[in-house]
Structures are given as structure tokens and as C-alpha cells.
């Protein structure tokens, strides 16, 4: 399969763009610097473009079966995040110049404001109020991409990230803002990147969660 991946350079790009080649697809990494990205492969190649910008991104994004985003912005505290919701009508727009139908991206766990009311206590009042303005730019992206009908999308929300392989362990998934256990509390916090990029992947073979966001978690 084409795979143009954006956010190609960060911890889970990497890890999406190694999985994808070493399962024999072809990927396009779009990037704001190729020298960061230091995989080489046959089936790689690296363009520079601007992810704001639907003109820019459209070459890229011609002749291409998906596209895979794992871009991520920084937090504000002194204003409003606007890189997910910017970055994405991009896509969206150069998607439809290309005729290109099908865009994966990730956002995380707790992105509607007040899904983080059953959280532990260190999350629910000291990280989530910190990565507010990352998670309420994410939550607009979501409603961004419900509103898209011509578009089949999905939306990846994995909980805490660490800069792990991916394992073989089983995902649960829930179409909600957190993966809950049997009691109803968020199950666990945590998911390696590599188990990430391994679930957006196997998104490709199937048709489930399309036009739907999807909470991960592995067991």
C-alpha cells in the first residue's frame, strides 16, 4: 500500500514509518526537516512541504491509499494550540485535490473536557490541566473530522505514551475518550508508541473504526 506519513520525525512517526516498511508498503514521509529522519529504505522517500498549507501537501499526497498523521504540538499556556485543527483541514483539503479517501491520525485519551472526571488524581488535576490546550485543540480536530462526510477517517486516542517497541500484547479499544475497565475507571495509563503506530497500521486491512474515533489500550 501508499503511505504518505505526516509527522514522520517525532517518537511515533518513527516507529509508524519502520513498521510500515518493514511491512513491505510504500511510504512518502512528508516533513518540515528531512535531516531529522534518518531511516533509509528502497521503499522511503522524504519530502519537505508545508503542513499547513493544502498546495503544498497535494503533490505529496497524489497517488496515495492513505494518510497517516502523527503529527503532535507542543502545550500553551499563554494561548490557544491551533497546529491539529490547522494541520488537518490542510490534509483534508489536499486529500480532496488528490482524491485520496482515507486519513488515520492520533490524538489521545480525555480530549472532551470533561471525560477526565474518573482519572487518578495526579492525572485529573495536575497533567490534564497542563496539556489542556494540546487536548482541546485534538477535541476540535475530532469534531473537525465528524463534520467530514466525503472522507473516510479515523481517529487513534492512545492514553500516556513511552518511547517502547511494539510488543505482541492484544488491544483493548472502547469508542469513547479513555478505555475502560470492568468498574468503569480508566484501564491503566499508559501505551509504547511502537504498540501505536502497530495499531494504526492494522487499520489498513480493515474496515473497522472508519468514521469513528477509537480509545487503546494493550492488555
Not at 54 to 62: N, P
Not at 86 to 111: D, H, K, P
Not at 187 to 196: H, I, L, T
Amino acid at each position: 500500500m501508499k503511505i504518505a506519513v505526516l509527522g514522520a520525525t517525532g517518537q511515533t512517526g518513527q516507529h509508524l514509518v519502520s513498521q510500515a516498511l518493514q511491512q513491505g508498503h510504500i511510504v512518502t514521509a512528508v516533513v518540515r526537516n528531512p535531516a531529522k529522519l534518518t531511516v533509509q529504505h528502497d521503499n522511503l522517500k522524504v519530502v519537505e512541504a508545508n503542513i499547513f498549507s493544502a498546495d503544498s501537501l497535494k503533490v505529496h499526497f497524489k497517488g496515495q491509499d492513505v494518510i497517516m498523521s502523527c503529527l503532535g504540538f507542543p502545550t500553551s499556556f499563554f494561548s490557544a494550540v491551533t497546529g491539529y485543527t490547522l494541520s488537518m483541514n490542510a490534509m483534508i483539503n489536499a486529500m480532496r485535490e488528490a482524491r485520496v479517501n482515507r486519513v488515520i491520525t492520533m490524538t489521545s485519551w480525555y480530549t472532551e473536557p470533561n471525560s477526565g472526571t474518573q482519572s487518578p488524581y495526579l492525572i485529573r488535576f495536575l497533567l490534564l490541566p497542563m496539556i489542556r490546550s494540546v487536548l482541546n485543540n485534538m477535541y476540535e480536530m475530532e469534531a473537525f473530522l465528524q463534520k467530514t462526510e466525503d472522507i473516510s477517517w479515523t481517529v487513534v486516542r492512545p492514553p500516556g505514551l513511552k518511547n517502547l517497541p511494539a510488543s505482541a500484547q492484544e488491544f483493548l479499544t472502547h469508542e469513547g475518550y479513555f478505555v475502560p475497565d470492568s468498574s468503569g475507571q480508566p484501564a491503566g495509563g499508559v501505551v509504547g508508541r511502537g504498540d501505536v503506530a502497530r495499531f494504526m497500521l492494522s487499520l489498513l486491512n480493515s474496515n473497522a473504526w472508519v468514521k469513528q474515533a477509537v480509545a487503546i489500550i494493550t492488555k
